[in-house]
């Protein structure tokens, strides 16, 4: 069974940082064929993605509202994914996600944590 457990939400000042952490089980990054992304959510807003990173040479993309801001990353040993937020801006107020699509046996299946809360405020 596959579970994503995220860490590191928080309120933070304008202008600060924060790192959120997901930690996947049931399956390995280094044996899988899996994209892994971060998705937020606003109240009162839709859902959005706001970055990807896949098993295919660790390739990454980026919502254009934090291109330049946010960095996401994996650490295949502790089978974690990273989202290093810097520059937050009061608008990246939101819940914000963990998702993984994980192909087996050529279907996909999606999978989501429970999500971290990132306030950022003065």
């Known amino acids: 069974q596959v579970q994503l457990v995220e860490s590191g939400g928080g309120l933070v000042q304008p202008g600060g940082s924060l790192r959120l952490g997901c930690a996947a089980s049931?399956?390995?990054?280094?044996?899988?064929?899996?994209?892994m992304s971060w998705y937020r959510q606003a109240p009162g807003k839709e859902r959005e993605l706001v970055a990807v990173?896949?098993?295919?040479?660790?390739?990454?993309n980026y919502a254009d509202s934090v291109k330049g801001r946010f960095t996401i990353s994996r650490d295949n040993a502790k089978n974690t994914v990273y989202l290093q937020m810097n520059s937050l801006k009061p608008e990246d107020t939101a819940v914000y996600y963990c998702?993984?699509?994980?192909?087996?046996?050529?279907?996909?299946?999606?999978?989501w944590g429970q999500g971290t809360q990132v306030t950022v405020s003065s």
């Open positions: 049931g399956f390995t990054f280094s044996s899988s064929t899996y994209a």
């Open positions: 998702h993984a699509d994980i192909v087996r046996v050529f279907v996909k299946h999606a999978y």
């Open positions: 990173i896949t098993s295919a040479g660790g390739s990454t």
